[in-house]
């Protein structure tokens, strides 16, 4: 399933950040006592009762006219345009202020359903004051308190209740979906642009020209059908200026979400950078089959080891990709873009491939006896056998003695043997231990 965006907006120092922090998991959003702390959108993966989606938290939206006011509305409200779902915070101190009435106006607008959630109801006294918000026409009022976690329990039902109304384009689609990511100018418009044949994407030279995804179907000659999906280049934190753009990051992550197969781009020009590796990262930890794309091969000087010096320096930068198969083209002369749909296929195909267990386990078995499970404390791990459970990706469980046993080189040692016997070409695999019962 897709997942639903939430986004948490409101008026500065009600919580927001405090709330999202609590609600993500972890302490991302900076949390202090003065308005105005948060001045960008911050995302996080959040999950609850089973159920994943985005979370946004953003500045506190003031209407006066100084120019960082002004720049935190407006990431405010682009988030507000981008969320599936809105949770609207006030905090019952200070009652309804003139600053709530006017967001609430906003939301009114969105056409977007709006939870209001009242922060700062740390005790009974003060949740009996909680009837004044329904003044504010957005419905029943939330009491909950940021600094105890206390009604966050109700408030995220309530936001999980919403999932069911909204409409989030999550049709079954038997066509193979593959999406491009990676900083900005690498040439993914361009690459979009030949490889569909159509100019559907405006190209430039000026990094961040593309802002939103864009899908594009491809069927090719020998009847397989794809669709294609653009990003927005993504920057490293804290190499982002634009409002806009720096919302691009979560609508990749999006873009992710939905592929099969991604297609990291590197720019053969410019070479390698340090962001490229956390990029590529998104796709490797979402478990989606992975193909490094070289761009821009043909403004490269070439002598007989280019090629191979270049392949190098990937496998050296990007040795949690080793699994990825890397193919060097070019989207201004087409170089080698024909073979680059061929390798879509070819990785979606190993991707969703599924092993019989009995030939599995032979191989664990081999693999066992050529290295024998390490011995712990004076405790032996003792596998005793494998099954795939899933595809896209491959996951395997692996039932033992002691879960607690196996170092995860042991488990690295047993990925490369499932490598050497089957195709897995440039799809991550996935291990589940479990102690046998």
């Keep these: 399933m897709i997942k639903p965006t939430v986004a948490i907006v409101g008026r500065p120092n009600v919580g927001k950040s405090t709330i999202f922090n609590r609600i993500a998991g972890e302490r991302i959003s900076i949390v202090e006592d003065t308005p105005g702390v948060t001045r960008d959108r911050i995302y996080a993966d959040a999950e609850w009762l089973g159920k994943e989606f985005f979370l946004i938290d953003t500045g506190g939206i003031t209407m006066d006219d100084q120019a960082m006011n002004v720049m935190i509305r407006s990431q ?17 101190l200070d009652g309804i202020t003139k600053q709530d009435e006017e967001i609430a106006q906003i939301l009114y607008r969105s056409n977007k359903p709006v939870l209001l959630a009242v922060n700062k109801a740390d005790n009974p006294e003060q949740r009996a004051n909680i009837y004044e918000f329904y003044g504010l026409g957005l419905g029943e009022p939330y009491p909950i308190s940021g600094a105890h976690g206390l009604g966050l329990g109700d408030l995220l039902d309530a936001v999980i209740a919403e999932f069911e109304s909204i409409h989030l384009n999550d049709e079954p689609d038997n066509r193979i979906h593959f999406s491009l990511i990676g900083r900005p100018n690498v040439g993914k418009s361009s690459l979009v642009n030949a490889i569909s044949g159509e100019e559907r994407v405006i190209v430039s030279n000026q990094p961040g020209t593309t802002r939103d ?32 753009e720096r919302y691009s990051v979560l609508r ?26 956390r990029i590529f ?16 091969w043909d403004t490269v000087e070439k002598d007989t080891n280019t090629m191979r010096d270049f392949e190098n320096d990937v496998r ?14 070019s989207a201004k002369t087409k170089t080698r873009l024909t073979q680059l749909l061929e390798l879509v296929k070819q990785v979606y195909d190993h991707r969703m491939q599924r092993i019989p267990s009995n030939i599995l386990n032979n191989v664990l078995m081999d693999a066992m006896a050529m290295n024998p499970a390490p011995t712990v404390s004076g405790q032996r791990l003792k596998i005793y056998y494998m099954t795939q459970v ?23 040692y047993l990925e490369n043997q499932l490598r050497q016997n089957f195709s897995f070409e440039g799809t991550p695999l996935k291990f589940i231990k479990r102690k046998r019962k």
Excluded: W
């Design 76 to 92: 405010a409200e682009i988030a507000i345009e981008e969320a599936d779902i809105i949770i609207m915070m006030s905090n019952i």
């Design 213 to 244: 995804a864009v899908d594009t179907s491809i069927t090719t000659e020998n009847g397989d059908e794809f669709v294609m999906i653009d990003t927005a280049g993504m920057r490293k934190r804290g190499k982002v200026y634009e409002n806009i």
């Design 252 to 277: 990749a992550l999006r873009a992710i979400e939905r592929s099969d197969v991604v297609l990291c781009v590197i720019d053969a020009d410019t070479g390698i950078r340090e962001q490229d590796t």
């Design 281 to 296: 990262g998104y796709a490797h930890e979402a478990g989606k089959g992975i193909i490094l794309v070289v761009n821009k």
């Design 316 to 329: 050296t930068r990007f040795r949690y990709l080793e699994y990825a198969p890397i193919i060097f083209v």
């Design 390 to 412: 899933s595809v896209g990706p491959p996951t395997f469980v692996l039932f033992m003695n002691d879960p607690e046993l196996i170092h995860f080189s042991y488990i690295r």
